[in-house]
């Protein structure tokens, strides 16, 4: 059976990119991150293979990303490189996969915004796994 990508949404923030890989069940997760790519895969419930590549539109600091798995996704906080650069999208090259969009829900002009920011990655941090 072929690879599958896992449908992926991103949001923007003033210091961060929010990456979220939605899976159910997952299993064998592995997340790899360098400053201009990140590499996602794993299983998903029914054991089906999942594989997402991102080149990134601007180089991050991945020494300072974290990512967290939940039972829907996986969360990953990507630590821009420039803070304070609105990215006007996710990938490197101007062409959209379909399986990569953007939260709409976690979207939002973010002038000012660094305390909430602040705050939200910490919420996601800290938040218990079984969510």
Known sequence: MARQHAQTLWYDRPKYVFIKFCVEDSTDVKVLLDDHRI?????????????NEIEFYAKVNSKDSQDKRTGRTITCFVRKW?????????????????????????????????????AHVEHYAEEDSDT
């Open 39 to 51: 590499v996602f895969s794993c299983k998903n419930g029914d054991g089906v293979e999942l594989y």
């Open 82 to 118: 420039k803070e304070k650069v609105a990215w006007p999208r996710l990938t490197k090259e101007d062409i959209k996969p379909v399986w990569l969009s953007v939260d709409f829900d976690n979207w939002r002009d973010w002038e000012g915004d660094e305390e909430a920011e602040l």
